[in-house]
Nanobody, 117 residues
Framework: QVQPVESGGGTVHLGGSLRLSCVVSGRTDSDFAMAWFRQAPGKEREFVAAAPSNGRPYVDDAVKGRFTISRGNAKNVVYLQMDSLPPEDTAIYYC???????????WGQGTQVTVSS
């Protein structure tokens, strides 16, 4: 069974940094795209960043210059480095996985990120 598991969330002060990690069990081959989404209170879930199975990683314009997505040495690990955090980045962050260029069908439980002012 394919299951992403996030870690690394927490509370940080304005301008601080956090690094989220996601490990996907049940899938260790290279044809697996991974991404981060987030959902703030009262808002819909939104895309944050993606690391395609082949191709360059990319982030949404809203976080460009502050967030970086990267794959670990193991093919089933992805990170999200978040810097210069403002309170608006407070949300539950979800890791998601997709086979090849398919839809993101595999989701983690989420990890809470809170940025205090």
């Amino acid at each position: 069974q394919v299951q992403p598991v996030e870690s690394g969330g927490g509370t940080v002060h304005l301008g601080g940094s956090l690094r989220l990690s996601c490990v996907v069990s049940g899938r260790t081959d290279s044809d697996f795209a991974m991404a981060w989404f987030r959902q703030a209170p009262g808002k819909e879930r939104e895309f944050v960043a993606a690391a395609p199975s082949n191709g360059r990683p990319y982030v949404d314009d809203a976080v460009k210059g502050r967030f970086t997505i990267s794959r670990g040495n193991a093919k089933n690990v992805v990170y999200l480095q978040m810097d210069s955090l403002p309170p608006e980045d407070t949300a539950i962050y979800y890791c998601a996985g997709a086979i090849g260029h398919g839809t993101f069908d595999y989701w983690g439980q989420g990890t809470q990120v809170t940025v205090s002012s």
